[in-house]
């Protein structure tokens, strides 16, 4: 690392010393376009000349809008009227003749006889049947349910009394209601119909079935033609023009002032080419 940082150092001071020796002598690496064979500091002395300026021309490129005109396709919707053709129903009513029967009602009065139920209350002996009640107390014999103890020997020998439930008849007195049937003769009045034959009169309703001609309306539908009109929309392709905007690139000539001479200040640093190794004199010297 130190041996880096020295070798550095001596390249540094070399350089420096020798751009002071090509700046003092205006000598091997720098020289003046004009042959200038004097010393730096007496090419400095000198007065800088007039610079020269001429006219010329030169071409500029200008951007311009501009407008021109077209043809463009364009869809539109027309309306139009047609005429068409339909078919209508319509009804139509006609007199037509028609055999009808026609029933005409008529009315007679005709002698004819009934019977009616004429009602007559007559004396009548009927046998009537009456019953007369009497109480009699009467004996029966019913079974009664008992319990009695009967004495029973075991296995053993050993006697021992049980109870068993045994059903013996007994006598029972009770009363009963005894109807004993008594028939009579009675007269009653009694309501007899008796039927009766009468005449009279009535009145018959008739009806007469006759065959005739009228006149009827008929009514039927007939299919017509008509016409009419109606809207269609259409679309229809139409060409028009229409005006655009473009860009468009022209040329045109103007007049410029260009320096082409003098204005130069004849010093080494100014007309030389290069000063030093890393610095390009900044001379106009043609």
């Known amino acids: 690392m130190k041996q880096l940082l020295a070798m550095a150092f001596l390249a540094s001071a070399a350089m420096f010393g020798f751009t002071?020796?090509?700046?003092?002598?205006?000598?091997?690496?720098?020289?003046?376009?004009?042959?200038c064979d004097a010393p730096c500091a007496t090419a400095a002395a000198a007065p800088a000349p007039a610079p020269v300026f001429e006219e010329r021309k030169v071409k500029v490129a200008k951007?311009?809008?501009?407008?021109?005109?077209?043809?463009?396709?364009?869809?539109?919707?027309?309306?139009?009227?047609?005429k068409y053709t339909y078919t209508v129903c319509v009804q139509v009513t006609k007199d037509e003749k028609r055999k009808v029967i026609v029933c005409t009602p008529?009315?007679?009065?005709?002698?004819y006889t009934y019977t009616v139920m004429v009602p007559k209350t007559e004396k009548r002996t009927i046998k009537c049947t009456t019953y007369k009640c009497?109480?009699?107390?009467?004996?029966?014999?019913?079974?009664v349910c008992k319990t009695i103890c009967v004495t029973c020997v075991d296995e053993c020998g050993r006697c021992h009394t049980r109870r068993e439930r045994v059903t013996v008849m007994e006598e029972r007195t009770r009363c009963v209601?005894?109807?004993?049937?008594?028939?009579?003769?009675?007269v009653v009045d009694v309501t007899v119909c008796v039927p009766e034959q009468r005449k009279g009169k009535r009145t018959i309703c008739e009806t007469i079935r006759a065959e005739k001609e009228v006149m009827?309306?008929?009514?039927?539908f007939e299919h017509q033609k008509k016409e009419g009109?109606?809207?269609?929309?259409?679309?229809e392709q139409v060409k028009v023009k229409r005006k655009v905007s473009y860009c468009e690139t022209v040329w045109e000539e103007q007049v410029v002032r260009v320096q082409v001479g003098g204005g130069c200040a004849p010093s080494c640093n100014d007309c030389g080419r290069r000063v030093g190794f890393f610095r390009r004199g900044g001379g106009c010297c043609n």
């Open 134 to 143: 009497e109480r009699v107390m009467i004996t029966e014999k019913v079974p």
């Open 229 to 235: 009109t109606r809207t269609v929309c259409t679309t």
């Open 177 to 186: 209601v005894q109807r004993t049937p008594i028939v009579e003769e009675k």
């Open 216 to 220: 009827v309306k008929v009514c039927s």
């Open 106 to 111: 008529t009315t007679r009065e005709e002698d």
């Open 20 to 35: 002071a020796d090509s700046q003092a002598h205006c000598g091997k690496f720098r020289g003046c376009r004009g042959g």
């Open 63 to 82: 951007t311009v809008m501009k407008e021109k005109e077209i043809d463009v396709i364009e869809c539109r919707r027309v309306m139009k009227e047609e």
